[in-house]
């Protein structure tokens, strides 16, 4: 953990916060906090800061804390994700909140089994937890607003203009033959929405409704990969075009 | 599974092999293997081809196979990983096979707990299934090398010139200023070798012996990443600046 992320309830009133649970534990076991010692701080949706241990007990760490530094922009990329069986979306949550995403959008496609979306990591009360870790990890504060859309083609007609406003639309396909960051750094958009399909790939009637919808093919490659890998570096790829 | 992967043994002397365990349930029950159906196959280390159904029992599949395909050529990346924990390291055999390495080289370094060394996921038998499983995700039939090496030093000084004859040598480091994909262009190398360092980072000592051996230093941005997620991530990056 390389930064102690708030929830907005736990710092509302008082610059002194205490902390029990799983985070005292780190600040005590592999950050050995003792009075006087700062860690970084920062406020989920707000701002960064520094926290001053004032004291420590045996399962809380009491710190006082000031947030006086901006929050770091808000990520620049959106994803859309064909729904992945739930141990590897599980994976997903923390790597994609490192990694920094604006939006995740989880769809139903042909190749998605419907009782995926029954699955407990679904939950808010799961995730969010998941997202602050890989925040954490990440020293960002922006956690990524989750939707959930189980009918793909309600979610691109009548749904997609309004959660992903302006920007390029990008849909990985390996039969593409751009790569995804020449298509990135081409088109120097602010923002871009990436389209990640299910393991066995969007089907025929997908494909040309994202098409329709204005998303522009591109690869990574040949190989297959599995959603979590393919998410993790296709996001890597696009954040690199949008700096170059 | 994209591919139904062989080990030379099992094919050498008859072009009919039987298969039992995860493979033969997987073809029965997610592939609905019949008499007649055809699945790609490959041979580690060896050729691609195509395998027909010939019969179906309760666990086991026969297939005919031809071998007429020349393998995939050899990835042109190898990693030089600090040993992350063996949680983080499990979850990585497949993603790397997956992505294809020539070589996974894992090293001590300072901020690498010695314990980590006893992992039971450092023994082959642990890890080539899972590399396996890489490789039919992928449609690669190219095991990546693996070595342990408990000394850093050792390894950069004694070792490395055999192992890494010729090419690029990047090492990942948030504080660097060229982005992987710009050196990596710029270089035009033939291959790649990446030094991805421990979660908190190599020491002053590690970053200076890495330079001395002719790593250039190259950067995916200032967020701090889990290990498996910065490999996946730098290695998407490097694939990607050696097809351009």
């Not at 992320?5 to 780190?26: D, I, M």
């Not at 859309?80 to 994609?96: D, E, I, N």
């Not at 969010?128 to 870790?133: A, G």
Request: charged share 25%.
């Amino acid at each position: 953990v390389n930064l102690v992320l708030f929830e907005p309830h736990e710092v509302a009133g008082s610059s002194t916060v205490s902390v029990s649970g799983a985070r005292a534990e780190h600040l005590l076991k592999v950050l050995h906090a003792v009075p006087g010692r700062q860690v970084r701080v920062g406020v989920a949706d707000g701002p960064l800061g520094t926290g001053t241990v004032e004291s420590v007990g045996d399962r809380s760490v009491e710190l006082r804390c000031t947030f006086d530094e901006a929050a770091p922009p808000r990520p620049r990329i959106d994803l859309l994700l064909a729904l992945p069986r739930p141990k590897v979306m599980r994976r997903l949550w923390a790597q994609l909140a490192a990694l920094g995403v604006g939006r995740i959008m989880l769809t139903n496609a042909a190749r998605v089994e419907r009782d995926y979306f029954d699955a407990h990591t679904l939950q808010p009360e799961h995730y969010r937890p998941l997202l602050i870790e890989g925040l954490q990890q990440a020293r960002d504060t922006h956690l990524p607003i989750v939707s959930v859309h189980k009918q793909f083609k309600v979610l691109l007609e009548d749904a997609l203009d309004s959660l992903f406003a302006g920007g390029l639309r990008l849909v990985a396909d390996p039969r593409g033959d751009a790569s995804i960051a020449s298509v990135v750094r081409a088109q120097a958009s602010n923002r871009v929405l990436l389209a990640v399909g299910p393991e066995g790939g969007w089907n025929d009637f997908e494909r040309r409704l994202l098409e329709t919808h204005g998303f522009q093919t591109a690869t990574m490659g040949r190989r297959t990969l599995r959603s979590d890998t393919a998410c993790i570096a296709l996001l890597a790829l696009v954040q690199s075009g949008l700096l170059e």
